[in-house]
């Protein structure tokens, strides 16, 4: 009986983590200093009634770039979007050379056929990411969170100066 309970329990569990759907439904970018870079597109494209495809274009000014940090967290809202795990730190260059840090590398999973910013540094080329699919039935089978509105908060450093602020906000039901 014992064994049985546990066996309906893990069903239950692996079926609430495969079956979660990821929505994402806005992303807000601030660039902070015009002569930096322009974001030249940031759309969300609706295909159809359950497809919505998101393109980026962002134009660099000051190219070469040599080095990135990126700062993120995960918000959960209630009450407003309150802190929902722990800060990260990424340095990207870094990432792409070695690719060891697993949280990091199962997010860029998710866009990673869909841009071309997929090398470690130096950048010599404008940011862009297109027909990204706004939403995966995958997406939570191996960082599971329970169901609710999320946001993701993220601050971009190159040469140890703050350049953009962004916040990409999705739903999991």
């Known amino acids: 009986m ?13 079926y609430s983590c495969v079956m979660a759907r990821f929505e994402f439904t806005k992303f807000k970018i601030k660039i902070m ?13 609706p295909v159809n009634r359950s497809l919505k495809l998101f393109d980026l274009r962002i134009k660099l000014l000051q190219l070469p770039i040599t080095n990135v940090k990126v700062r993120w967290v995960l918000l959960k809202r209630s009450n407003g ?15 792409f050379k070695n690719g060891k840090n ?11 056929d869909y841009t071309n910013w997929n090398h470690s ?6 940011i862009i990411v297109e027909k990204f699919p706004t939403y ?17 908060d993220s601050n971009w450093y190159t040469d140890g ?6 916040r990409i906000h999705f739903t999991l039901s």
């Open 136 to 152: 995966s039935t995958k997406a939570m089978t191996l960082l599971p969170l329970p169901g609710g509105d999320y946001a993701v």
């Open 2 to 14: 014992r064994s049985l309970i546990w066996l309906l329990f893990g069903l239950f569990a692996f």
């Open 161 to 166: 100066k703050l350049r953009a602020e962004a």
């Open 33 to 45: 200093e015009d002569n930096y870079a322009i974001v030249e597109k940031n759309h969300l494209q």
């Open 121 to 126: 540094c130096p950048y010599n080329h404008d």
């Open 102 to 112: 697993l949280v990091n590398l199962y997010i860029f999973s998710f866009f990673k």
């Open 81 to 95: 979007y309150l802190p929902y795990g722990q800060n990260y730190t990424v340095n990207v260059c870094q990432f």
